[in-house]
């Protein structure tokens, strides 16, 4: 019942903050609640794990930014700053997310999502659960097959998380190498707009 609670969890936040009240806020504060009720016993994990030859894995994550930066402008289906403000992110929103985002999200979400891909009975679905549930999101910005582009990416950083978590005995560099990432992409999104 928990693991089902879990998988679902960020699926019932993006649809009900994200795509009915169309709120960027409200929607990561839900999936944060819900992944603190669900998995706050396992936070210490995503503070362990460091291991200085998965760097390499890590590193390319930092590319996440230069490339959504480049690669926006004809990925959008929609004007970057009409979006942004459908979703509570106009003016002074976005820089203010920034932190939040780029550094307690990847915390959060990379310890909500390892017990899940480490599940015996799961298996690989897991890493398809935590892909889909950012569809939802990227439809509402994205050209249809660059959202199927970025699930494809998603699906991967997922199981490269999992291998990272194994190699390293702990979340630390997959949060690292997610914080990198997600930084990366909302600094790029918010100088494009």
Same mark, same amino acid.
């Given at each position: 019942m928990r693991t089902a609670a879990s998988l679902l969890a960020p699926w019932l936040?993006?649809?009900?903050c994200w795509a009915w009240l169309h709120n960027a806020w409200a929607t +990561?504060?839900?999936y944060h609640l819900l992944i603190l009720l669900?998995? $706050?016993?396992? +936070? $210490? *994990?995503a503070?362990? $794990?460091?291991?200085? $030859?998965l760097l390499p894995l890590v590193l390319p994550c930092a590319l996440a930014g230069p490339v959504t930066w480049l690669l926006l402008p004809s990925a959008a289906r929609v004007p970057l700053d009409a979006w942004r &403000?459908?979703?509570? +992110?106009g003016g002074a929103a976005l820089p203010i997310m920034i932190p939040w985002y780029g550094l307690v999200h990847p915390f959060l979400e990379q310890a909500h999502w390892a017990p899940l891909r480490r599940h015996h009975r799961l298996g690989p *679905? &897991?890493?398809?659960f935590f892909a889909g549930y950012h569809v939802i999101v990227l439809t509402t910005l994205m050209k249809a097959p660059w959202v199927a582009f970025c699930?494809? +990416?998603?699906? *991967?950083s997922?199981? *490269?998380?999992?291998?990272?978590e194994r190699s390293g005995g702990g979340l630390l560099m997959p949060v690292v190498s997610q914080s990198l990432a997600d930084l990366g992409m909302i600094l790029a999104l918010l100088l494009r707009s």
């Amino acid at each position: 019942m928990r693991t089902a609670a879990s998988l679902l969890a960020p699926w019932l936040a993006v649809t009900i903050c994200w795509a009915w009240l169309h709120n960027a806020w409200a929607t +990561l504060v839900a999936y944060h609640l819900l992944i603190l009720l669900l998995s $706050g016993r396992r +936070l $210490g *994990a995503a503070l362990r $794990g460091w291991l200085p $030859g998965l760097l390499p894995l890590v590193l390319p994550c930092a590319l996440a930014g230069p490339v959504t930066w480049l690669l926006l402008p004809s990925a959008a289906r929609v004007p970057l700053d009409a979006w942004r &403000s459908s979703f509570g +992110l106009g003016g002074a929103a976005l820089p203010i997310m920034i932190p939040w985002y780029g550094l307690v999200h990847p915390f959060l979400e990379q310890a909500h999502w390892a017990p899940l891909r480490r599940h015996h009975r799961l298996g690989p *679905a &897991s890493h398809f659960f935590f892909a889909g549930y950012h569809v939802i999101v990227l439809t509402t910005l994205m050209k249809a097959p660059w959202v199927a582009f970025c699930a494809a +990416l998603l699906l *991967a950083s997922s199981i *490269a998380w999992k291998r990272m978590e194994r190699s390293g005995g702990g979340l630390l560099m997959p949060v690292v190498s997610q914080s990198l990432a997600d930084l990366g992409m909302i600094l790029a999104l918010l100088l494009r707009s």
